[in-house]
């Protein structure tokens, strides 16, 4: 079932996403048609974008692995060959420096490009997975087009489903919902519009190659709680030691992204997005961990806005069941 959710999940993330854009630009009077294609081609170009710098990011640090595990090698050969010998361990540095070289010239590309060129050809290879790939972008358009032009439609409909003694309370509950989610949703957006820039400059500072790529994958990564930034740090960190060796400027973006989280976590997520969630962080680890299980990428990026709607109908079924007679007596 996950397989044929995902891409109209995928698509109701989208339009949910894309429908302030849409409506912006249907009060510039632009056609509803119109400004749904337009909202679309918004979206998909942001989507690139990131996708650009990715690989822009790739091209930079895959050459350096391979021009600097000799090196590597090396200064570990300093460092840990006399420890070793103190245990009376001997190791074919030589032997070791020789096929580790081999196998990262036999499995890394010299370029990003290359590398995507090889990922591609292997999806190919199995037909059935172009197919259903380009089954499921062609759906996922599909469906986020009319919803983003029959979203009040689409919304009335479900509501007249609703049994009528139910619907002011049903009401109140997806408004409150919508409320939040909304308020997450551009909060987070303008969190990320803000990290993307503060870890872009500072990293640029230090001297970090690739800053404006790592700078914006960080910041992205912040709506994926606790896994985002870890990654964003270890790449970061990554790229510092590739570049520079252990020298000052790993210490340069270690308190980058130190002051990073310490403006997005005091400053910026309170004020703009709330304190989270209200989720314990195991609670956190455990939606990410499901919902990425049913629905993959997708579900991890929806983890913390569905925990808020569980959140809300959670409470909502709690308040009742205490105030129950069955409960009070």
Known sequence: MAEIFTP????????????????????????????AIFSMIIGLGVIFLVLGLFIGLLKTEIPLIKEQLPGWIQNTQTWLGPKLSQFHIDVDWGNLKTTLTERITEHISENADTLMGTTLETVLVSGSSVIAGFANAILILFVMFYLLIDWTHFFELLKTLVPTRAQDTVHHLAKHTDGLLSQYLRGEIIVITVMSVFYSIGLSIVGIKGAVAIGVFTALMVVIPYVGITLGVTLALISALLQFGPSTQVLGTIIVFSLGQFLEGFFLTPRLVGERIGLHPVAVLFALLLFGKLFGFFGVLLALPISAVSLVLIKYFWARYTQSTWYQK
């Open 8 to 35: 109209f999940l995928a698509a109701f993330i989208l339009a949910y996403a894309l429908r302030p854009v849409c409506l912006w630009l249907e009060r510039r009077h632009l056609p509803r048609a119109l400004a």
